[in-house]
């Protein structure tokens, strides 16, 4: 039987949220993560010991901020202090999104210098989180994108 091949979306849904994909990043398909939107970003600077930064968004983040920063921390070797975190709260076409940053050691492979983006979005619906983690040095060139992937998912649903 033959495969059945398909194209990667241009946009995916996640929660009341519409994404749009950037051309040069593929759809991770993913059967465990059926009902998330998953995408991977692999630069050519990135290094080839390393698999690229992963973006994904998903619904039913129970919980905080606070729990979900706790969450995240597990994937970094530093604990309390050592571990820098930084979260900015805005609003964003009437949607309230708190930013979250990460950055250490990781506690898997890609080791030292070691970042985590997130944004975890209230709807009428729940929340949506979208989150990004890699090698700091290549996600700190993805920043800017996932802040507009972020906000553009936000005004294109504010207009519906």
């Known amino acids: 039987m033959a495969a059945i091949a398909h194209a990667d979306p241009e946009n995916f849904m996640v929660g009341e949220l519409t994404f749009v994909r950037p051309k ?3 759809w991770v398909w993913n059967q465990k ?36 920063i706790h969450v995240w921390r597990m994937y970094f070797k530093e604990s ?15 949607f309230p999104v708190i930013y979250i940053e990460m950055e250490g050691t990781s506690i898997r492979a890609s080791g030292a210098d070691f970042s985590l983006y997130a944004a975890i979005v209230s709807t009428k619906e729940g929340r949506v989180v979208a989150r990004m983690s890699g090698r700091k040095e290549v996600l700190d060139n993805l920043k800017i994108i996932f802040h507009e992937m972020v906000e553009h998912a936000l005004k294109e649903r504010e207009s519906d």
């Open 33 to 68: 993560l059926a009902n998330d939107g998953m995408l991977l970003s692999i630069q050519e600077s990135t290094p080839a010991d390393t698999d690229g930064v992963y973006f994904r968004a998903f619904t039913g983040a129970e919980g905080s901020a606070d729990e979900r």
């Open 24 to 26: 040069e990043w593929p």
């Open 80 to 94: 309390g202090d050592q571990l820098k975190v930084r979260s900015e709260t805005k609003t964003v076409a009437s």
